[in-house]
Structure formats: C-alpha cells, structure tokens
C-alpha cells in the first residue's frame, strides 16, 4: 500500500471517529437527566437547558428538603454530564485537528525532499 493511500485511510478513519465523538458529546450534553429522590421523581432538564426543582414550590412557600435534596442532586449530575460531554468533545477535535495537519505535513516532507535532490 503506498504512503499517500495509507495516509488518506487514516485521515478518513480519524475524520470518522472525531465526528462521531462530537456527535456523541452533543447527546450527551442534550439528554434530559432524571433523578430520584425518596420515591418522588424530578425533571433536571438537561447540560444546556437547565431545569430547577425547587421551581416547583409556589412562591409563598418555603422550599421543603425534598426540593433541595432534588435540586443538590440535579446539580451533581449536571456537573458530571457536562464534565463527560466535555471529555467528549475535547476528544472528537484532536483527531479533526490532526486530520487537518495531514497535508501539511506532507507538503513539508515534499519540499525538503526537493531541495536534497538539487544539494547533491
């Protein structure tokens, strides 16, 4: 296999793993996360669209524990997607990146190449 064609098979391959990893972290950013806090279930929204339990409570009323514990807990979660979507998505753009140094790479090793020749 020549150089050029092994070098297009890994740029296709490392172009298909970082937009699937990408992909992979915009889902994850995006689903909604649940949470369960004595029997009772919450709606925290999602990384992006952050939803607050304590919400639920009527103004006038002083927010209970449940709704605390409830939102303590959305955060948590929220954090760790977020921090997982970011891992992610830092992952899906070091392949792009080296994708897209490929070819100057190899005009590089073009040009020195040249220039030894023209030396002897």
């Known amino acids: ?3 050029s064609t092994l070098a297009k098979v890994a740029a296709i391959t490392l172009a298909i793993i970082g937009v699937a990893c990408l992909v992979w972290s915009l889902r994850v950013a995006t689903e909604d996360i649940t949470v369960f806090v004595r029997g009772h279930k919450f709606n925290c929204g999602s990384v992006l669209n952050a939803k607050d ?3 639920l ?3 006038r009323q002083q927010v209970t ?3 605390k514990q409830a939102n303590n807990r959305c955060d948590k979660k929220r954090s760790d997607q977020s921090h997982e979507a970011i891992t992610l998505f830092v992952a899906g753009v070091v392949p792009l990146l ?4 490929i070819p100057a790479l190899a005009r590089r090793s073009r040009m020195a190449r040249g220039r030894r020749r023209t030396r002897l």
Do not use: D, E, Q, T
């Open 1 to 3: 296999m020549r150089s």
């Open 53 to 55: 339990p304590r919400k």
């Open 57 to 59: 409570v009527s103004s």
């Open 65 to 67: 524990r449940l709704y």
């Open 98 to 101: 080296i994708v897209l140094m």
